[in-house]
């Protein structure tokens, strides 16, 4: 095992053994409609408790249930408080309210319906902007007709329509574009004369200027912007069928247009790919500002842009990893934690673990991270599509 990998471990397990604390089973909401058609929380039976007791967090930290949403992925907030919550599985986009300011939303809406894997939300000028596989649609106006969503603006569908990667986190970036992935249709090809595939893209809000920002990019399901250089930092999924441990998932930072990332020919900034590689060489692409744990698919990321946590939180990437799909021996399911000295990473350990747990029949997950938000009191949400709900991770010292 790599060192890197060791050093990883090693935290992990001191976090789960050391420095965390368990939190207390919390009961929350069926998803069942009222007679108006809005959705409301309210406590579940036995069957539906959730077990949060399972979760490790650092000291002073504790996690409870914000929202009970079916296959819960992308998370955008709108400017009057709606949470907005994109899936995959379905094809449903939902919003939750929390009316009372008790830090548990009370109120849920569909937004959108019969839609092809809208995992993608993201909300600019009262508008929301949700994102299918091949479709960029525009919701105007929707906080104010969460009840009767007005009917779609059609942004783009100048995007593949495949399935394999297609599912998109979408976000608006300093320059004000609404940046795209379009991951790659496979495990591992190459489409020279589609440079659109395997990249991050960016257009303007309307749909048009559509253009390739990034290449050699696998498949991100996240990114983000650094609060004061103003980069582009986005996660990474390797390849499979290298085996357990190659190659890493990457966090990746662009500072500038047509930077290349290396696949399908070198991955994780040394590992030139057995096909892909021939006559190759990793110096010709940029380098990962850090490899992360192979095969556990990280999604989502943030940074901490909060008050709440300590101050030593402040600027730090939260990363949330989904979880191995194939591997011998699960990895993932947890919430990473990055701190950097510049554009430098100087530290990646666990923040939060337990999702995957210990059974009579090997390791399982009764969760899936997928990602985070920082809210306006420096709380710091997680969706999580396996669980069916979004999180709220608070700090009281």
Not at 170 to 199: M, Q, R, T, W
Not at 224 to 251: I, V
Not at 313 to 331: E, L
Request: net charge neutral.
């Amino acid at each position: 095992m790599r060192t890197w990998q060791s050093i990883f471990f090693i935290a992990l397990v001191c976090t789960l053994a050391c420095d965390s604390k368990p939190t207390t089973t919390t009961t929350m909401a069926v998803v069942q409609p009222d007679k108006d058609g809005v959705i409301r929380n309210r406590p579940l039976d036995k069957a539906g408790t959730l077990p949060l007791e399972s979760l490790k967090l650092p000291a002073g930290f504790k996690i409870d249930i914000y929202a009970r949403v079916p296959n819960a992925r992308s998370l955008a907030r709108g400017d009057k408080g709606t949470l907005f919550i994109g899936n995959r599985s379905g094809n449903k986009v939902y919003a939750v309210v929390d009316t009372d300011g008790d830090n548990v939303a009370d109120k849920q809406y569909t937004i959108a319906s019969g839609l092809h894997m809208p995992n993608g939300v993201a909300f600019r000028n009262g508008a929301l902007y949700v994102a299918e596989v091949s479709r960029i649609w525009r919701y105007d106006n929707i906080e104010a007709n969460l009840a009767t969503p007005p009917k779609p603006v059609l942004i783009s569908d100048k995007f593949p329509t495949d399935d394999h990667h297609g599912w998109k986190y979408i976000a608006f970036g300093p320059d004000g574009k609404l940046y795209v992935p379009v991951g790659a249709p496979c495990n591992i090809c190459e489409h020279k004369e589609k440079p659109i595939y395997a990249s991050i893209s960016r257009m303007n809000p309307d749909g048009t200027g559509l253009e390739v920002y990034a290449n050699g990019v696998r498949n991100s399901v996240g990114f983000t912007w650094h609060p004061d250089s103003k980069d582009l930092w986005f996660t990474d999924n390797g390849r499979d069928l290298l085996g357990d441990d190659l190659p890493p998932d990457e966090l990746n930072m662009a500072f500038k247009a047509g930077q290349h990332f290396g696949y399908p020919y070198c991955h994780g900034g040394y590992s030139l790919d057995p096909e892909y590689g021939k006559g190759r060489k990793c110096e010709e692409f940029s380098a990962p500002a850090q490899r992360l744990l192979p095969h556990s698919a990280a999604l989502g990321l943030k940074f901490y842009t909060g008050s709440m946590f300590p101050a030593d939180y402040k600027h730090d990437i939260f990363i949330a990893h989904h979880g191995s799909w194939n591997r011998t021996t699960p990895q993932g399911y947890y919430i990473s934690r990055v701190k950097l000295s510049g554009d430098k990473v100087i530290k990646y350990e666990p923040f939060i673990s337990g999702w995957l747990r210990q059974t009579g029949s090997g390791l399982r997950a009764w969760g899936r991270p997928v990602d985070v938000l920082v809210m306006p009191d420096g709380a710091l949400l997680i969706s999580d599509d396996q669980a069916d709900c979004v999180y709220r991770v608070s700090y009281a010292g």
